[in-house]
């Protein structure tokens, strides 16, 4: 992750309508030991929560300074999405996100 932007570095990434995907994000650059790690996902094309319907099992899990997301489904062609994870530092809470872009 950028220290000075709250997209992660990994950045936008690419996934058809059949794919069923599972990602990773690293918070070395922003905190060490994430816990209580949460994933959300916006159909950016429509302006729509469809957290429930892209990820219908949504279980991130954390390992050291990296959070596995439940993977991603569902995605409709020619959308973008946002996928927002907010994670527990200490005292902290820090919100991150990536796009992920479905073609065909």
Known sequence: MSANTLEVTEGVQYQTSDD??????????????PSSATA???DESVDKDVTSTVFP?????VSGDVITLSPLRALTTDHSYRIEVTFV???DTYKRYFR?????
Do not use: D, F, H
């Not at 990773?24 to 650059?29: L, M, Q, V």
């Not at 099992?57 to 899990?61: F, G, L, M, W």
């Not at 992920?100 to 065909?104: H, L, P």
């Open 100 to 104: 992920v872009k479905c073609q065909y």
């Open 20 to 33: 069923i995907l599972t990602y990773t994000i690293t918070t070395t650059n922003t905190a060490s030991s």
């Open 57 to 61: 099992t949504n279980s991130p899990s």
């Open 89 to 91: 530092v200490g005292a």
């Open 40 to 42: 959300k996902a916006y």
